[in-house]
């Protein structure tokens, strides 16, 4: 019923930037937290950056300084803004959303919590 689709990932050098953006679609009432994982690897998923619904960001101590995360309410998309990449940052990039569905009479139903199938960020030279 809940879609994320994440566009905009890529190849960059070190020190280069890519912005990464994720759509959510489907039966939504609302969105709540929407979030950036990553996952190099061999190693485990871990959270790059969320925000939610009233703007309010964290960061990975990894990241802090070098990437932005935005949203866009009336687009329900989440945008990952990254500067100065380094080599650590290959990995895949996942989007993750929660909130609640929509019911028949347009009020909020269940609650949902959302992956996308990810993109991949690679930095090299």
């Known amino acids: 019923q809940v879609q994320l689709v994440e566009s905009g990932g890529g190849l960059a050098q070190p020190g280069g930037s890519l912005r990464v953006s994720c759509a959510v679609s489907?039966?939504?009432?609302?969105?709540?937290?929407m979030g950036w994982y990553r996952q190099a690897p061999g190693k485990q998923r871990e959270l790059v950056a969320f925000?939610?619904?009233?703007?309010?960001?964290n960061y990975a101590d990894s990241v802090k300084g070098r990437f932005t995360i935005s949203r866009d309410n009336a687009k329900n998309t989440v945008y990952l803004q990254m500067n100065n990449l380094k080599p650590e940052d290959t990995a895949v990039y996942y989007c993750?959303?929660?909130?609640?569905?929509?019911?028949?009479?347009?009020?909020?139903?269940?609650?949902?919590?959302?992956w996308g199938r990810g993109t991949q960020v690679t930095v090299s030279s």
């Open positions: 993750n959303a929660d909130g609640s569905l929509v019911t028949g009479w347009g009020l909020a139903g269940s609650v949902f919590g959302s």
């Open positions: 489907g039966s939504i009432f609302s969105i709540n937290a």
């Open positions: 925000i939610n619904s009233g703007g309010s960001t």
